[in-house]
Every structure is written in structure tokens, then in C-alpha cells.
């Protein structure tokens, strides 16, 4: 489709859950996104690739490597960029600290607001175990509590030395439909108590595909969303303020390709293609 709208500039850009590697990741949205909004600092959320569904069979199209070498374009020029993994791409999460292609990978980080507000960036998916036993927890307390986010990260090394696909929080939520809304609340609260234990005035998270700006108990709680199915941002104005960008409503109504896409190898320092048919070996 044909934009012909100026580039945007913010101050800061949150994405989140974009699941390259799997054929639900909207990469024309995104790729249309990138080249219409500009900003000082990117920070990626986390599940930008999809580690696990490479692993089970290797979607790559060009418009994957496209998005890639957006990115690190905009790094080259200058853009400082920062890449919080999450579950999905938790093959990064053992390089805290280092750079690929001038993008910096961390654990979590606070973001200073241009109003002086500080903000924990963190993508979530280690207060799973907390949502799913939320009042057991409660009741057991604080050691209980951090005891089961432990044993949490324990399992999903576990469990990735197995082979086996990490939990998935939203794919769980929408198999229990009724329930949805309770454990997103419930993931909200968790997330936002988080944040207070920080000292923070706000949290900014992904995971649950859930884009929403709202207060909670005093905590400006913020989820990017995701781009599999609502096309969502997060966008910092120069003053400081935040705003949700939902792109998907801005171009219109999603289209879907109607022609499977060719593979094409993989270009991301540090991630290699598919070496055999097997399957891809994420770092
Ligand atoms: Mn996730």
C-alpha cells in the first residue's frame, strides 16, 4: 500500500511481541510503522523473534530480514536501541550487556521520562507463575513469592533443555476465554506491584498482547501490545508524554497475503539460518 504521510519524530518508541519467525508477525505494519516514525530511543520489548517457532519449523521471509535491517539502519544512524528480550527470543538472554549491530541487549531497564517520570522496562513473562497462583502466593508471602519466580526461570531453562515450548501466558489466556479478563488483570497487578517495589512512578511491559495505558493503585501501568494480531506502539512525546498508537486502525482494516512468501536466510548477527533440515539452532 502506498503511505505518502511525513515521518513522526518522538522522543522514545516501545515495541513489543512481534514474532518474527511466525507467520502471524504483521511485518508490512511494522515495516510501514518503522519508516514513518522516528525516535531518539527505541526500546524492544521483548518476543521480537520468535525463537521457538523458528525452532519448530523455519519461517523467514524477506519482509523478516527487512524488519531486521530496519532496525539496525536506524542504530547506524544513530538511533540508540535497546532490546529487552522476552520469552520467545530468551536466546539473548544471556548476553546482557552486549551489542549486536549497535543494539544493546538488557535484562530490564528504568526509562526516564523527558518529565523526569521513571518508568521499569521489563517484557513480563516472569510473573506468569505469580498470575497463575496469585492467591496461593499471596497467602504464602514474600519468600514464596520469590521463590516461585526463581523456580519459574529454573523451569523455562528446563524445559528449553528438553525441547519443549515455553509456556505461553496469552495463548493459555484465550484457551480459557471466560477466565481471560481476570488473569490479565491479575497479570497487570502483579506486573505494577513490580514496579512499586522499584520505586517507580511507572512500568512499561508486553507479553500478554494486551495494549493499555492505565492507572493502578498509583502506578501508570503500560503494555505495548503486540503486532500478530492489534498492530500496537507505545510513543514518547518530546515532553514527555506517553501515547498508545494503534496502527492497524490508522491504515486500515488488515489485509493478508495471499501468497505464501519464499524463505530467505536469516540476517541477524548472532542468530544463524536453518544449518539442516532439523531445524533451526537459535544461538
Ligand atoms: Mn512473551
Avoid at 530511543?41 to 524477506?62: A, E, H, M
Avoid at 530468551?90 to 523527558?114: D, N, Q, Y
Avoid at 519443549?164 to 480459557?176: D, E, G, I, R, T
Avoid at 502483579?190 to 495494549?211: K, L, P
Wanted: negative net charge; glycine residues 8%.
Amino acid at each position: 500500500m502506498e503511505t505518502v504521510s511525513e515521518a513522526r519524530h518522538f522522543r522514545t518508541l516501545f515495541i513489543s511481541d512481534v514474532h518474527l519467525g511466525s507467520k502471524a508477525a504483521k511485518t508490512d505494519f511494522l515495516l510501514d510503522f518503522l519508516k514513518t516514525h522516528e525516535a531518539e530511543t527505541i526500546i524492544l520489548v521483548g518476543d521480537i523473534v520468535d525463537g521457538w517457532r523458528l525452532k519448530r519449523s523455519w519461517y523467514w521471509p524477506q519482509s523478516c530480514n527487512d524488519v531486521v535491517q530496519k532496525l539496525l539502519r536506524k542504530a547506524r544512524k544513530g538511533t540508540k536501541i535497546v532490546y529487552i528480550p522476552g520469552n520467545h527470543d530468551e536466546f539473548l538472554r544471556g548476553f546482557p550487556g552486549t551489542h549486536f549491530g549497535g543494539i544493546e541487549v538488557a535484562e530490564r531497564m528504568v526509562h526516564e521520562m523527558a518529565d523526569g517520570k521513571r518508568y521499569l522496562v521489563l517484557h513480563g513473562d516472569e510473573f506468569d507463575v505469580v498470575v497463575r497462583n496469585a492467591r496461593l502466593l499471596a497467602y504464602l508471602g514474600d519468600w514464596a513469592y520469590d521463590t516461585a519466580i526463581a523456580i519459574n526461570v529454573l523451569l523455562a531453562a528446563v524445559r528449553r533443555r528438553l525441547g519443549m515450548p515455553y509456556w505461553s501466558f496469552s495463548a493459555w489466556a484465550k484457551l480459557q476465554v471466560k477466565h481471560a479478563v481476570n488473569f490479565i488483570g491479575e497479570f497487570q497487578k502483579v506486573v505494577a506491584d513490580e514496579a512499586r517495589r522499584n520505586e517507580v512512578d511507572g512500568v512499561i511491559c508486553g507479553h500478554i498482547h494486551h495494549a493499555v495505558m492505565e492507572d493502578i493503585d498509583g502506578i501508570h501501568y503500560v503494555n505495548t501490545g503486540d503486532w500478530v494480531e492489534s498492530c500496537t506502539a507505545i510513543v514518547e512525546h518530546f515532553d514527555g508524554r506517553l501515547e498508545l498508537i494503534s496502527w492497524a486502525d490508522r491504515v486500515g482494516a488488515a489485509t493478508k497475503r495471499s501468497e505464501p512468501e519464499p524463505m530467505v536466510k536469516v540476517s541477524i548477527p548472532g542468530l544463524t539460518g536453518p544449518a539442516d533440515n532439523a531445524g533451526v539452532r537459535a544461538a
